[in-house]
């Protein structure tokens, strides 16, 4: 509990809202089963969990793992990619994604994004960084293969492995050394941490942010980034635990990215233009990368009304304190369409009140429907609690206040190492 009284709570909350701009950002409040915590690693327990809906077919979620003694919190930006979805494809990028084989570079994950959009013609809704890579020269560790064409042979020995989307638009992980002759598009990984369900003991305890990706037996995609180097808002994971987490979110095939400072989580929400940095880069910036995997749609806006998005699946409010609520059209696939003419209701006013779209609380304490009505049908609806237990505000400010300080701290070691010629992971 805060050693805050409620008045300053409030004011300290008032203030880090204003301070905080947070952005509007399509999401699901705590959402139970978004990962097995049964499976995770010892004494690895879930603290927080919401969701978002970046495209159909591609679900983000945010999970924050902590243990018993609550020294070890780690917060991880997932989504996961039905490739059932037509529409859903996942590509290789590389440096301005032209596929030049020998024009090797380093560029940030937003500037690959941009040049696979304008070179390669796609719809990017996801991405994440990829292998590791020569830091001078940005040449790729190992394979890279893009649009069926090899533009890097691997490096490294069979204990490591590459992920491939095969030319069916399939999934898998294979060790090197087996077949490419059948894949569109892959890089490689860092280490194989999972194969047929099974962890593959790797011998690494040290602790960084992580990046990886998996397959689910139902052939599910699984992307995560594990911030980390920023104590104790996000201390980063072993491979160990990343390996373990990833099962409990279903993987059964695991495969370990580059990480460190090039562990880049984006997404594109629905609704919403631009794919943006999701996570917190260690450095306190995106460090350039070598390769990357990104996820395309090529589904298009149909302009007809599906469903609403609200700014969160569920608010939290102080008694007698005011919530904006924001809310936008959707089609199917998630693009923007045009609301139909209606209001929101409270569903029982003992709660408190609406004037336009701002939430007034009453002093009693609970939870309440918010409903989006058109022609006296509940379309669409959105619960409010009203609580004094609220601090999610104060804790997002001290958070972001030490994630700053971690930040700046990464980010003199990063110029020490560049001056150096020492920069690593």
């Not at 996942?90 to 690959?112: F, H, R, V």
């Given at each position: 509990?805060?050693?805050?009284?409620?008045?300053?709570?409030?004011?300290?909350?008032?203030?880090?809202?204003?301070?905080?701009?947070?952005?509007?950002?399509?999401?699901?409040?705590?959402?139970?089963?978004?990962?097995?915590?049964?499976?995770?690693?010892?004494?690895?327990?879930?603290?927080?969990?919401?969701?978002?809906?970046?495209?159909?077919?591609?679900?983000?979620?945010?999970?924050?793992?902590?243990?018993?003694?609550?020294?070890?919190?780690?917060?991880?930006?997932?989504?996961?990619?039905?490739?059932?979805?037509?529409?859903?494809?996942?590509?290789?990028?590389?440096?301005?994604?032209?596929?030049?084989?020998?024009?090797?570079?380093?560029?940030?994950?937003?500037?690959?994004?941009?040049?696979?959009?304008?070179?390669?013609?796609?719809?990017?809704?996801?991405?994440?960084?990829?292998?590791?890579?020569?830091?001078?020269?940005?040449?790729?560790?190992?394979?890279?293969?893009?649009?069926?064409?090899?533009?890097?042979?691997?490096?490294?020995?069979?204990?490591?492995?590459?992920?491939?989307?095969?030319?069916?638009?399939?999934?898998?992980?294979?060790?090197?050394?087996?077949?490419?002759?059948?894949v569109k598009e892959a890089?490689?990984?860092?280490?194989?941490?999972?194969?047929?369900?099974?962890?593959?003991?790797?011998?690494?305890?040290?602790?960084?942010?992580?990046?990886?990706?998996?397959?689910?037996?139902?052939?599910?995609?699984?992307?995560?980034?594990?911030?980390?180097?920023?104590?104790?808002?996000?201390?980063?994971?072993?491979?160990?635990?990343?390996?373990?987490?990833?099962?409990?979110?279903?993987?059964?095939?695991?495969?370990?990215?580059?990480?460190?400072?090039?562990?880049?989580?984006?997404?594109?929400?629905?609704?919403?233009?631009?794919?943006?940095?999701?996570?917190?880069?260690?450095?306190?910036?995106?460090?350039?990368?070598?390769?990357?995997?990104?996820?395309?749609?090529?589904?298009?806006?149909?302009?007809?009304?599906?469903?609403?998005?609200?700014?969160?699946?569920?608010?939290?409010?102080?008694?007698?304190?005011?919530?904006?609520?924001?809310?936008?059209?959707?089609?199917?696939?998630?693009?923007?369409?045009?609301?139909?003419?209606?209001?929101?209701?409270?569903?029982?006013?003992?709660?408190?009140?609406?004037?336009?779209?701002?939430?007034?609380?009453?002093?009693?304490?609970?939870?309440?429907?918010?409903?989006?009505?058109?022609?006296?049908?509940?379309?669409?609806?959105?619960?409010?609690?009203?609580?004094?237990?609220?601090d999610s505000l104060i804790?997002?400010?001290?958070?972001?206040?030490?994630?700053?300080?971690?930040?700046?701290?990464?980010?003199?070691?990063?110029?020490?190492?560049?001056?150096?010629?020492?920069?690593?992971?």
């Amino acid at each position: 509990m805060s050693k805050f009284s409620k008045p300053m709570k409030k004011s300290i909350a008032v203030i880090l809202s204003v301070l905080l701009l947070l952005p509007f950002m399509l999401s699901g409040a705590f959402a139970a089963n978004l990962i097995d915590e049964a499976l995770l690693y010892p004494d690895g327990i879930v603290t927080e969990e919401k969701y978002y809906t970046v495209t159909k077919g591609v679900t983000e979620k945010y999970v924050v793992l902590n243990n018993t003694s609550e020294d070890n919190q780690i917060k991880n930006y997932i989504y996961e990619v039905d490739l059932k979805n037509k529409d859903l494809s996942i590509i290789a990028g590389y440096n301005k994604c032209d596929g030049n084989p020998s024009d090797y570079g380093m560029l940030t994950l937003p500037e690959q994004v941009n040049f696979a959009e304008a070179n390669r013609g796609v719809n990017v809704v996801a991405a994440v960084n990829g292998d590791g890579y020569n830091t001078r020269t940005g040449e790729p560790a190992g394979l890279l293969i893009m649009d069926g064409k090899v533009l890097h042979n691997s490096g490294r020995d069979l204990q490591n492995g590459f992920f491939a989307i095969l030319n069916d638009g399939t999934a898998v992980i294979r060790r090197h050394g087996e077949r490419t002759d059948d894949v569109k598009e892959a890089i490689s990984g860092m280490y194989r941490l999972v194969e047929n369900g099974v962890y593959l003991n790797i011998s690494d305890n040290a602790v960084h942010p992580r990046t990886a990706v998996g397959i689910k037996e139902d052939g599910t995609v699984v992307f995560m980034v594990s911030d980390g180097r920023q104590s104790p808002d996000s201390c980063g994971m072993t491979l160990q635990e990343q390996a373990y987490t990833m099962m409990a979110l279903g993987c059964v095939d695991v495969l370990s990215l580059d990480g460190g400072g090039s562990s880049t989580f984006m997404t594109q929400r629905e609704a919403l233009s631009g794919t943006v940095i999701r996570n917190n880069p260690c450095y306190g910036f995106a460090r350039p990368i070598a390769t990357s995997l990104m996820v395309c749609t090529s589904a298009k806006p149909t302009n007809e009304f599906d469903h609403i998005a609200f700014s969160e699946t569920e608010y939290t409010v102080y008694p007698l304190d005011a919530i904006a609520i924001n809310y936008v059209g959707c089609d199917e696939n998630g693009f923007k369409a045009n609301l139909p003419k209606g209001r929101l209701v409270v569903e029982d006013e003992s709660y408190g009140t609406l004037k336009g779209s701002i939430f007034f609380a009453k002093e009693k304490e609970g939870t309440v429907n918010l409903n989006y009505v058109v022609n006296g049908e509940v379309i669409d609806s959105v619960p409010v609690t009203v609580t004094n237990e609220a601090d999610s505000l104060i804790d997002k400010g001290v958070n972001s206040l030490l994630r700053i300080i971690g930040n700046i701290i990464e980010m003199f070691k990063f110029v020490i190492r560049k001056i150096n010629g020492l920069l690593i992971a």
